[in-house]
T-cell receptor, first 113, second 111 residues
Framework: NAGVTQTPKFQVLKTGQSMTLQCAQD?????MSWYRQDPGMGLRLIHY???????DQGEVPNGYNVSRSTTEDFPLRLLSAAPSQTSVYFC????????????FGQGTRLTVV | DQQVKQNSPSLSVQEGRISILNCDYT??????FLWYKKYPAEGPTFLIS?????DKNEDGRFTVFLNKSAKHLSLHIVPSQPGDSAVYFC??????????FGAGTRLTVKP
């Protein structure tokens, strides 16, 4: 059982480039979300989805887009990378609205130069 | 604005002693609180949780205490083991799983 899988694990981008961080879960969870972790800031919610076709913004959504065409996948798109987006990104999934225990992927370390 | 705060960035304890990690929150709407543990180069993993209708929850060596009037929760680890050395995140949630995390406390358990 793979759980939550994120790719890539590491990425270096130049300012202005775009890219997609992939996230897939095989637990048939309804809820999926993206967080970024910065030193001294903990994990901050970027976007989340309560089911296929439904997404919403979290605390820090600017500069990021998401879509949820299937239950399994929840990609995060950086439209035009900026150095302020250098961070570690975590994808998480949860069984449903009454279950707040989240399962996290291993993270993607992104550096924007 | 950080709604969940962990004011101690690090904590060091001796193996076999108690570890107490603290967390404060500002939003009285939070109704569920969780602790996650994170090792380097891994994602956080769920450790223990507590609903706002309780004041204590225990799971083996781990106990979480909630003081709603003080908007404070704590995680007790007894006895502490070297394998408990990790970063511990406190989290709080309300509505649609919108979880807010603290900045984390790095626990080091010395043999």
């Amino acid at each position: 059982n793979a759980g939550v899988t994120q790719t890539p694990k590491f990425q270096v981008l130049k300012t202005g480039q775009s890219m997609t961080l992939q996230c897939a879960q095989d637990m048939n969870h309804e809820y999926m979300s993206w967080y970024r972790q910065d030193p001294g800031m903990g994990l901050r919610l970027i976007h989340y989805s309560v089911g296929a076709g439904i997404t919403d913004q979290g605390e820090v959504p600017n500069g990021y887009n998401v879509s949820r065409s299937t239950t399994e996948d929840f990609p995060l798109r950086l439209l035009s990378a900026a150095p302020s987006q250098t961070s570690v990104y975590f994808c998480a999934s949860t069984r449903g609205p009454s279950d707040t225990e989240a399962f996290f992927g291993q993270g993607t370390r992104l550096t924007v130069v | 604005d950080q709604q969940v705060k962990q004011n101690s960035p690090s904590l060091s304890v001796q193996e076999g002693r108690i570890s107490i990690l603290n967390c404060d929150y500002t939003n009285s709407m939070f109704d569920y609180f969780l602790w996650y543990k994170k090792y380097p180069a891994e994602g956080p993993t769920f450790l223990i949780s507590i609903s706002s209708i309780k004041d204590k929850n225990e799971d083996g060596r781990f106990t979480v205490f909630l003081n709603k009037s003080a908007k404070h929760l704590s995680l007790h680890i007894v006895p502490s083991q070297p394998g408990d050395s990790a970063v511990y995140f406190c989290a709080a949630s309300y509505l649609n799983n919108d979880m807010r995390f603290g900045a984390g406390t790095r626990l080091t358990v010395k043999p």
